[in-house]
């Protein structure tokens, strides 16, 4: 019977810590109760994490709008700085423009009155020139009026009249041509004149463009130099006279006979050969002398005006600076 109770006894310890573990481990097992802490905890966390990056988008989004400000107002700054140094840049260019113009037309006005100077003056040499001719000639006509009279004289021994009318327009017609041809040089060099004031006229306007023109000038002094020249010597020629001389003829004698007569018409056909080889070469020296040195001065002006890098642009070199 003890031996029973003892038994029970074993029993009941032994299934109670059979049960004890069992307990334990369901204990163990079972899950935590919700307490609230960690997820309140978790919670916490997700927000925090939350707010800071929704901090930190609208922080870089205020730094963004603040770069954007900052640029936006660089960028105005600039444009008005650039806008503002356009203007005084324009200013400047347009002040510079209108000192430029007020001292190109200073000096056109300036040009203008000594070119109308120059151009008096010529015109007073050229009267000059001309009041010079006309006194040489007047001077030379009474010089020769004598020796034509002789020689009418001595023409009036021709028998045949057609021979003897043509003698006698021959004997004037030497005066008449040296006149045609010194009126016709006088002309010339006065056509010569206009053309260096044309030349002078557009070297001065380059000059007020800023071009060089210093070549120019020299060239139309050196013309001016030639006409002058040729003037004077075509004064000279004017005062020649070319009248037949009766002494080279010889005397009347003899004239009555046929062989008089042809002696006579060999004699002054030979003194009119004479003469008009002589006013040939006169002629012919003055044309290939001063007046061909007259025209290529004049000519050397004009192109050495026409070496002037665009000469006749109204625009001054420095406008486009």
């Known amino acids: 019977m003890s031996h029973l109770k003892i038994i029970g006894a074993v029993s009941s310890v032994a299934t109670i810590l059979l049960v004890t573990p069992i307990a334990f481990a369901q204990e163990v097992a079972a899950p935590v109760p919700n307490t609230g802490v960690a997820s309140t905890e978790e919670s916490v966390v997700t927000t925090t994490s939350s707010d800071n990056k929704a901090k930190m988008e609208t922080r870089r989004e205020e730094a963004k709008k603040k770069i954007e400000l900052q640029r936006e107002g660089a960028k105005a700054k600039l444009e008005t700085s650039?806008?503002?140094?356009?203007?005084?840049?324009?200013?400047?260019?347009?002040?510079?423009?209108?000192?430029?113009?007020?001292?190109r037309e200073e000096a056109k006005k300036r040009m203008e009155a000594q070119r109308e100077e120059v151009k008096s003056k010529m015109e007073a040499a050229r009267e000059e020139a001309k009041d010079k001719i006309e006194a040489a000639r007047e001077e030379a006509k009474t010089r020769m009026e004598t020796k034509r009279e002789e020689a009418k004289q001595r023409l009036s021994d021709i028998r045949d009249k057609k021979k003897q009318e043509l003698a006698l327009k021959l004997s004037d017609r030497f005066e008449e041509l040296n006149k045609k041809w010194t009126d016709r040089f006088i002309e010339q060099l006065g056509h010569l004149g206009n053309v260096l004031l044309k030349i002078q006229e557009r070297a001065d306007i380059a000059a007020t463009n800023g071009k060089d023109v210093s070549a120019v000038n020299t060239a139309i002094q050196a013309a001016t130099t030639a006409i002058v020249a040729a003037q004077a010597v075509v004064t000279a020629q004017?005062?020649?006279?070319?009248?037949?001389?009766?002494?080279?003829?010889?005397?009347?004698?003899?004239?009555?006979?046929?062989?008089?007569?042809?002696?006579?018409?060999?004699?002054?056909?030979?003194?009119?050969?004479?003469?008009?080889?002589?006013?040939?070469?006169?002629?012919?020296?003055?044309?290939?002398?001063?007046?061909?040195?007259?025209?290529?001065?004049?000519?050397?002006?004009?192109?050495?005006?026409?070496?002037?890098?665009?000469?006749?642009?109204?625009?001054?070199?420095?406008?486009?600076?």
């Open 238 to 321: 004017a005062a020649k006279t070319y009248t037949l001389d009766a002494s080279a003829v010889g005397t009347a004698d003899a004239t009555d006979t046929t062989n008089g007569q042809d002696e006579l018409m060999k004699k002054l056909r030979t003194a009119f050969q004479e003469l008009h080889k002589t006013i040939f070469n006169d002629l012919k020296a003055l044309s290939d002398g001063e007046m061909k040195n007259a025209r290529s001065a004049v000519q050397g002006a004009l192109q050495a005006l026409s070496q002037v890098p665009k000469v006749d642009d109204d625009n001054d070199d420095t406008s486009n600076q």
């Open 82 to 103: 650039r806008e503002d140094a356009k203007k005084k840049i324009e200013t400047q260019r347009e002040e510079a423009k209108t000192r430029m113009e007020t001292t």
